[in-house]
């Protein structure tokens, strides 16, 4: 089992960026592919990005591709989701989730963090 926490999100303007981090708890991280996920206002939640437990390959939703990108450091059980030229669609409540495999729905990540909140201002 592993516990996820969120952190970094925030206010920014259209065009900034933020980093948002996901820490994890246990010693079994390194185990798992780690998700990022969003749920704007009124909106189903959606896949983000997601890297396989080694980080060795990454995947992407076709709207945050190439200003979006997922890591992680094993070592320091954490994953991060570095975002780039926000807009004012990016607004949601963005959260990491952990899996055995790397997929693109909600219901295939049995654990999760309690979210961060990202809004954007345009």
């Known amino acids: 089992q592993v516990q996820l926490v969120e952190s970094g999100g925030g206010l920014v303007q259209a065009g900034g960026s933020l980093r948002l981090s996901c820490a994890a708890s246990?010693?079994?991280?390194?185990?798992?592919?780690i998700g990022w996920f969003r749920q704007g206002p009124k909106k189903e939640r959606e896949f983000v990005a997601s890297i396989t437990a080694s980080g060795g390959s990454t995947s992407y939703a076709s709207s945050v591709k190439g200003r979006f990108t997922i890591s992680r450091d094993n070592a320091q059980n954490k994953a991060f989701l570095q975002m780039n030229s926000l807009n004012a669609e990016d607004t949601a409540v963005y959260y990491c989730?952990?899996?055995?495999?790397?997929?693109?729905?909600?219901?295939?990540?049995?654990?999760w963090g309690q979210g961060t909140q990202v809004t954007v201002s345009s």
């Open positions: 246990g010693r079994t991280f390194s185990r798992y592919a």
């Open positions: 989730a952990a899996g055995l495999i790397p997929r693109t729905l909600p219901t295939e990540y049995p654990y």
